[in-house]
């Protein structure tokens, strides 16, 4: 059964001003420290990396029907990858508590970029 869903699209100028890439206090509040790995090996352009784990974890709160509040962090929602590249949601802390009491178990996201934006969508399911 699907328990939620949620969208998300980043402009890519918001992160450029933001420094995303070169700022590390701000990519620690982003990105938790396996994100910041893929980050580091990411071959592409490293905004578009940001702006898309954002919009996914974005997506993800969307699906569990909360927004940024007081004892959330987004390095609770992390956005890890296969070894072809394919994004999976891994949730830590408060997100996982949040899940587990909407009884979510499995999650599926998908990422895409244009030049000056990134796009996530992600589903959330009960699938017991
Ligand atoms: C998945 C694929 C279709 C992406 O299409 P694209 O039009 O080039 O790029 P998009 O902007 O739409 O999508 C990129 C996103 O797709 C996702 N993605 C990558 N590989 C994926 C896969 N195998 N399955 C599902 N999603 C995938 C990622 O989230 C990626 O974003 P990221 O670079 O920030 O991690 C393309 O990369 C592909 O054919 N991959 C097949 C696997 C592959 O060849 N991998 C090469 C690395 S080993």
């Given at each position: ?5 949620g969208?998300?699209v ?27 790995k ?5 071959k592409?352009n ?83």
């Open positions: 059964m699907i328990v939620g869903i969208c998300d980043v402009d890519h100028m918001s992160g450029k001003l933001l420094k995303w890439e070169t700022d590390i206090t701000i990519l620690k509040r982003l990105l938790s420290s396996t994100e910041i893929l980050f580091n090996s990411y592409r490293k905004i578009r990396f940001v702006a898309g784990r954002f919009a996914g974890k974005e997506a993800v709160l969307k699906c569990l029907g909360t927004g940024m509040q007081d004892g959330i962090s987004l390095t609770e929602i992390k956005i890890i990858q296969t070894s072809n590249g394919q994004p999976s949601v891994k949730l830590s802390g408060e997100v996982q508590k949040i899940a587990n009491l909407l009884k979510i178990n499995t999650w599926h996201i998908s990422i895409t970029h244009s030049r000056s934006t990134s796009i996530a969508f992600a589903i959330a399911e009960n699938n017991k």
